[in-house]
């Protein structure tokens, strides 16, 4: 029946039936018999019928009848708004279904008939909805009806904002299907539509907006300024949806592995932003017009062009168009990876500052936009972008900076962390690059006044500054800049600063964590530039005396200490590892790094990848990157002149390996694994470390046999850093060795001792009096106390069957993280690796499923194909073992067997 009703002919003449017209001119035709003539359908079998033919594909064809129904549904002298809105729900279909040769010729008489519906006040609103969504598919298949006349969208995004609310959705839907029709606009359209989006973004209901978003994002091309400028007035909107549509179009975040700083594989060519210049000239143009119009923001004393949040979104969206045209990807997820980009960018700034240093130049034009907006509403990364365009190019900006010291002096003392560790760092710069003694002197003074301030912040704020004053003004007595030599009076005082810093860390315990925090921070940030102005200490040295030793032993207290916080205690080992850097005389490197490493008590994964940082840069010495200018200079830069010979990376390697990858404890283990990862991030080309990379290699491979997943992952990242700087020969040596972990779970026989955890605790119970049963000698005592003593030997085979699988979970960890890279050197291996993978992607453990079926993913692109190469194989593998003496290994075969398997490739 259904094929009968789609018949061509037959389907014609029902569409023509139900439209009443071809009946009425079949009946007027001479000599039509009688039995061939007939009457248009009545209403009531039209409302049962049209829904029906609705359905129908074919009907969406059939040319000219369902046109003639069309027209007579929505204009005949029978219908009615039901009809009606089956009228335009036949547009809808052909629209969906109906094939462009056929349908371009009535389009524009369509398109004409609905803009004439939708004008009509006096048309249900129903029909009126429907006619704007039909309105918008038209176009959307038909692109060449606009695509050279915006007068359309203009009505749309007028009406928008005047008729009701469930109206206002349907033109939404219109103008979203309407967009891809514009994306080839002639310079005189494109002029109007930036015109009618700019105007759109600030009108008062949200769908307007909302719509000028979408419209930026699919017509314009990423480095079209003014669409730019128009996503970043959304960007600050009171709307959330809307604020995330416009930063997703922006496309400036970027994501790092805090534990390896690799960067999300993102091709540079592909991220595409305007160019800074062109970017912040014209923001600045229309900021010049909106702080006279109506559409300025005023609060606190201040006007503004723009609102705080919008204007914070315009200087981030500033800042990685600068890091973009400098060469690098824009980061601007935080202030820790903007400022390692500083820098490079400074290059290019300095570039720009050679072509052009006038009020009304790019980098100028930012440093007001900057300053505007911090002066009204103080913010952390606002505050940050000042700074780094600050000590990028300081001789040519602080002069104009020297009348802001007052004001600058007020942001030191902010309520806001953040805020007073940029401030104190900007006023340092613009104190010392001024080279004024007097100013100088002056400003040591106040902030030397400052630290016995009742208020907490205010001694905070005036340490961080003496700790960037004195920082900075040793290093320039340190390289030898004669010109710029500090005078006695100066050297006394910052003398007098470093002990009363010291002496904060040494009362730690009575102290404030936030001072305490700020006292390393200063003291680090003093000792990465320079020796500190303090006696070495040691031999008939006063307890009481200040001295470096004494420092060094105040700050490994901390670390040690139970009582402080984590912040703290990550200071306190980064400022150790700092005062290494700048101090190559210091004979306490080694007693710095034995002290950090002994701090291990507890599981701190934090604190362990802070403690790993501060360990590299005291192994490193004064050739640690990090001793470098972080504004101006690069690390190859510092590379290139930093003095390696008397370090002590081989010394750090070798006790690392020796001492605490192999170590009893649980807790050291895992820090271990930090700590590996860290130096071989920082120092893999030394040739210490080229030197061990078989052994290194195989530290991390025994790591990722931890029951702890952390730790694998760790190893895992820590195995891909390692593959990186192998040889083409190691690289082979290291993925045949995971292949092999992987698939028979064998590890190295590790020692065992009275304390070594054998299992998780509370994994197999405890004790009768409570105790745990965790350690090699818990599990001899209940032994001995069952009057057992084979039962020994049953809990370290469960505890060998335990590690074997944390073997082959750990390896698939460091799998996944080498198998992308490693195409060429796994292929041998994929016959023996795909019959494993595929079984244990069905194993009873949770934890395995998802280690495998990691695996798999980063392995297998297509799963299909790779099943039907290696089908011969996976089956020879799950016949082997469905009879296995393991009950997890009968488990998962019987589970692939019987419900996963393709059964259409047996039969």
Known sequence: MRAGWLAGGLAGWRAGWLAGGLAGWRNKLVGVKPELKCMPACTRIRMKILPHLLKARQSANIFPSNIQLIFDLLY???????????????????????????FATFSPVLQTKLI???????????????AYVALGKLVHKFPQLVSTNIALVQVFFSVISQVDSET???VQEALALMADAFRDLSDLNRAMMEALLTEAIDKDDPQSRMMAVQYCEKIFPRDHVPASYILLLAAGDQKEDIRIEARKA?????????LTSNKSPVALDTIILPAFPRMVLYIKEKADLRVTSQKRYEGSGHTLPFNPATFSEILVFLRACLARSAGLPPDVDGVADMKEQAPVISKYVSALLKEDSSERSPVQTYVTLAVMLVKAAVGELPMYCLLEMVAMAAELLVPQFIKHLDWLKTLVFSKNDGIRDHAANLYAIVVCSRGDEGCTLDALETMQKSLSNKVLETQHGAMLTLGYMVGQLLRRTRQGDGSRAVSPKIL??????????????????????????????????????????????????????????????????????????????????????????GDPGLPYRRMVIEGLMKSVTTRQVDLQIGLGEALVFAAQGPSAPIGRDMWTQTEAEWKERADSDSDEVEWYVTELLAKYVVSTNPHVRQASSVWLLALVKGCSAHPALQGRLLVLQSAFMQL????????????????????????KEQKEALVGELVDTLTTGKRKVQKVSADTQVFEEDSIGKTPDGGNLSTYKELCSIANDLNQPDLIYKFMHLANHHALW??????????????????????????QIVPRLYRYQFDPNIKIQRAMTSIWNSLVKDNKSTVDTYLKEILEDLLCNLTNAQWRIRESRHVNYGIYMPWHFIL
């Open 704 to 727: 990722l046999s931890e029951n702890d997943e952390l730790t694998q992952d760790i190893s895992s990242k820590g195995l891909g850093l390692v593959y990186d700087v192998c040889s």
């Open 76 to 102: 005949g002298i029978n219908t009615n708004t039901k009809l009606k809105a089956y009228g335009i729900q036949m547009i809808h279909h052909m629209c969906l279904n109906c094939t462009d040769q056929k």
């Open 806 to 831: 944390n073997s082959k979970k750990g390896a698939a960890f460091g799998f996944s993280t080498i198998a992308a890279q490693a195409g060429e050197q796994l292929a041998p291996y994929l016959p």
């Open 168 to 170: 206002r959705l349907a």
């Open 116 to 130: 004439n519906l939708v004008r009509e006040s006096e048309e249900d609103p129903k029909v009126i909805r429907l």
């Open 250 to 258: 922006l496309n400036i975040t970027g994501g790092m592995d805090k």
């Open 492 to 581: 006394t005082i910052m003398e007098k600063a470093v002990r009363d810093i010291a002496c904060m860390i040494k009362g730690a315990d009575e102290s404030s964590p936030l001072l305490v925090s700020g006292a390393c921070q200063s003291l680090g940030e003093i000792g990465r530039n320079a020796p500190l102005t303090l006696p070495l200490g040691g031999g008939d040295a006063s307890t009481e005396e200040i001295t470096k030793l004494s420092v060094i032993n105040n700050l490994l207290a901390i670390v040690k200490s139970g009582k402080e916080n984590v912040k703290s205690k990550e200071r306190a080992a980064l400022c150790l590892g700092q005062l290494c850097v």
